[in-house]
């Protein structure tokens, strides 16, 4: 079966960098755009950031320019390195996979991770 695990949440202070990590298996990787999605408590789920399957990238207005998403296709991995994180950062991460073509709409995904928490201190 499909599974997406997450991993490298954590806390950090306001300003720092931290870099998830997600490994897919049980799915043809490389056939799948995959995204990052996040949920702050009390929120809806809020797309993040997605990657398409020949490596076309596309972020949310609110993490442009600080969050970088990268794909290895050899590893099943997916990465987001997040630099000059903020308190409003705090959220739930969740690793996400769409087969076929990319999409911001967070309902249009096929499988998801368990999620790791990200907390950013003020």
């Known amino acids: 079966q499909v599974q997406l695990v997450e991993s490298g949440g954590g806390l950090v202070q306001a300003g720092g960098s931290l870099r998830l990590s997600c490994a897919a298996s049980g799915l043809t990787f490389s056939t799948y755009a995959m995204g990052w999605v996040r949920q702050a408590p009390g929120q809806e789920r809020e797309f993040v950031a997605g990657?398409?399957?020949?490596?076309?990238?596309i972020y949310a207005d609110s993490v442009k320019g600080r969050f970088t998403i990268f794909r290895d296709n050899v590893k099943n991995t997916v990465l987001l390195q997040m630099n000059s994180l903020r308190p409003e950062d705090t959220a739930v991460y969740y690793c996400?996979?769409?087969?076929?073509?990319?999409?911001?709409?967070?309902?249009?995904?096929?499988?998801w991770g368990q999620g790791t928490q990200v907390t950013v201190s003020s």
């Open positions: 996400a996979a769409r087969q076929g073509t990319l999409s911001v709409t967070t309902s249009r995904y096929d499988y």
């Open positions: 990657i398409s399957r020949t490596g076309c990238t």
